[in-house]
């Protein structure tokens, strides 16, 4: 079973409650939108799941990240992968995302591989947008985090 973990930055102002998400890189997601955006994640193996869950933000932003981690109940993507996810207020300036790369072969099977940017961008979305914009497994995240939010 794969396993994912990552954060699920929000911040507060005066529209609401806004979460960051970041929009997958590479080639096939360029014209992709509704349904692709995602918390920033990764695979882990052995380590801590919430040292993971930092260490892939940080990879996919270029921001450390620190603050009262609030954890979510871990959710199943359409593949089988299980995420699990944290909470946590931050303020993040998505002008200044700066992401990892990956190396894939591109166009397929020409043999020439390409580096891409695991991230190529991340916006602030208000939880309804971001409804609309998020991978639908991971739409309770982002329910799960308003209901616990309420009670703060």
């Known amino acids: 079973m794969k396993k994912s973990a990552g954060i699920l930055m929000y911040k507060r ?6 979460v ?15 349904g692709v955006w995602t ?11 919430l040292e993971a869950a930092r260490r892939e ?5 270029g921001s450390a990240v ?11 993507q359409k593949s089988g992968k299980v995420v699990y996810a944290w909470a946590v207020e931050g303020d993040l300036d998505p002008r200044k995302v700066r992401s990892n790369l990956f190396e894939m072969e ?11 940017s695991e991230v190529d961008r991340a ?13 639908p497994a991971q739409r309770p995240l982002l329910l799960e985090l308003e ?6």
């Open 106 to 116: 591109w166009p397929p099977r020409s043999g020439r591989k390409q580096s891409f």
């Open 66 to 76: 620190n603050g009262d981690f609030i954890a979510l109940a871990p959710i199943t």
């Open 123 to 135: 916006e602030w979305f208000s939880i309804p947008e971001a409804m609309e914009k998020i991978n």
């Open 57 to 61: 933000f940080e990879e996919e932003t």
């Open 39 to 49: 918390i920033p994640k990764g695979e882990f193996e052995k380590e801590d799941a």
């Open 20 to 34: 960051l998400l970041a929009h997958p890189g590479g080639p096939l997601w360029a014209r992709k939108d509704a």
């Open 147 to 152: 209901q616990k939010l309420a009670g703060r």
């Open 13 to 18: 102002v005066a529209g609401g409650l806004f």
